[in-house]
Nanobody, 123 residues
C-alpha cells in the first residue's frame, strides 16, 4: 500500500510556470514507476508523463513534450512535475499515480492514485 498526496496546483496566466509535487508514504517509494495524469472537465483522464524507478528514463505525452519535466527524489519519497509555458488547454486536475511498468499510458494499469490538485491556466 502507498498513499500519494499532490500539491502545488493553482491559478496561473498563460505562459507561466507551476511545479507540482506528489509525496508518497507507505510502501517503498523507489519500487514504483511513477506517472502524472490529468483530467479536464468533461474529458477522460489522460497521460502526461512517467518516470522509471531510478529516474533514469522519462516519457511524455506529445502535448506537453518540451514544456513539462518529470523528476523524482527517492530520498524524499517525492515525484515532481515542472510545468513551463503553460497554456489554457493545460487546465485540469492533475493526479500522480504509482505502478509497476514503465511506459504505460493507460490509467487503469496504475495501482495507486492521489486525490489530485487543480491547475487553472488563464488566457
Amino acid at each position: 500500500q502507498v498513499q500519494l498526496v499532490e500539491s502545488g496546483g493553482g491559478l496561473v496566466q498563460a505562459g507561466g510556470s507551476l511545479r507540482l509535487s506528489c509525496a508518497a508514504s507507505g510502501r517503498t517509494f523507489s519500487t514504483f514507476v511513477m506517472a502524472w495524469f490529468r483530467q479536464a472537465p468533461g474529458k477522460e483522464r489522460e497521460f502526461v508523463a512517467t518516470i522509471t524507478r531510478s529516474g533514469s528514463s522519462t516519457g511524455y505525452a506529445d502535448s506537453v513534450k518540451g514544456r513539462f519535466t518529470i523528476s523524482r527524489d527517492n530520498a524524499k519519497n517525492t515525484v515532481y512535475l515542472q510545468m513551463n509555458s503553460l497554456k489554457p488547454e493545460d487546465t485540469a486536475v492533475y493526479y500522480c499515480a504509482a505502478g509497476q511498468t514503465f511506459g504505460i499510458v493507460t490509467s487503469t494499469r496504475y495501482d495507486y492514485w492521489g486525490q489530485g490538485t487543480q491547475v487553472t491556466v488563464s488566457s
